[in-house]
């Protein structure tokens, strides 16, 4: 079931993927959307598969693309998109999380500089385990309004 996802992901989006395997991790197509060339934050996505027999985590995130990255998930409150930090993403054993839009994302903020679409964004994750696997985010398209209209104030 986990192999299936790449070739879903891909059948999602006409443009290329990229997938890293990593010991037991299987990190498939890290990307951000386009942002506006005025934004000072982006959101990033991808999928992580953990086929260890043992719980992993990500703990952090590093890239010289923002001042500061962060994990955030999202909660609706009354109906409105609401982020909040979280302190880790655990990835049971086994099992793939979908970082995506609506729910649980990087959080870029601070921009560094602008991106293009089709830019690859060096990014360094680090997970308790397995300690820091280097990956690049893909620059896709623009996604209509999403993230940018999303209220940040649990921050
Ligand atoms: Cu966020």
């Known amino acids: 079931m986990i192999r299936c996802l ?4 891909l059948l999602a989006s006409p443009l290329a993927a990229h997938d890293l395997v990593s010991g037991d991790l299987h990190i498939i197509h890290p990307s951000i959307p386009d942002p ?4 000072r934050s982006a ?4 999928a992580i598969s953990n086929d260890g027999a043992e719980p992993e985590a990500l703990i952090e995130v590093r890239t010289p693309f923002a001042e500061h990255a962060t994990l955030h998930t999202t909660i609706f409150e009354e109906g409105v998109a609401r982020m909040r930090g979280l302190e880790e993403l655990v990835i049971p054993a086994g099992e793939t999380v979908n970082l995506e839009p609506g729910g649980i994302h990087v959080m870029f903020m601070g921009l560094s500089g602008p991106a293009d679409e089709g830019d690859m964004i060096p990014a360094t994750l680090v997970f308790r385990n397995a300690g820091e696997v280097e990956v690049e985010f893909m620059v896709d398209p623009a996604q ?8 940040h104030s649990g921050h």
């Open 6 to 9: 790449p070739l879903l992901l």
């Open 43 to 46: 959101a990033g996505y991808m």
């Open 36 to 39: 506006l060339p005025t934004a």
């Open 144 to 151: 209509g309004g999403g993230h940018s209209g999303m209220d």
